[in-house]
């Protein structure tokens, strides 16, 4: 879930899908479960948070133009995450 689903109770929306896409491919390229383990209100506790270490310190021989696309999906905030599929789609060329 992404932390505006947790905090304020939004509906799902295009942030929050990029959100979801960025953790699964943080889980593809790492290997690592992205908001660690444990319960479930731990993990949820975790996505709220968004907090996470720099994806380019964990991957070897991943482009930087994904992991910058990877790390902008995961903004804590939704509108510092790209503005749709599509200018995310731009971003990775």
């Known amino acids: 879930l992404a932390p505006e689903l947790i905090a304020n109770g939004l509906a799902p929306s295009t942030a929050s899908d990029l959100f979801a896409c960025g953790l699964l491919w943080r889980r593809l390229l790492t290997g690592r479960a992205p908001l660690g383990g444990g319960s ?3 993990r949820m506790r975790a996505a709220h948070q968004a907090r996470f270490t720099d994806l ?18 995961l903004a804590a905030a939704p509108g510092d995450r ?7 789609a731009a971003q990775l060329g």
């Open 82 to 88: 790209p503005a749709s599929f599509a200018a995310l």
């Open 56 to 73: 380019a310190r964990l991957t070897i021989d991943v482009p930087l133009e994904l992991t910058a696309a990877v790390q902008a999906c």
């Open 40 to 42: 479930s209100l731990c």
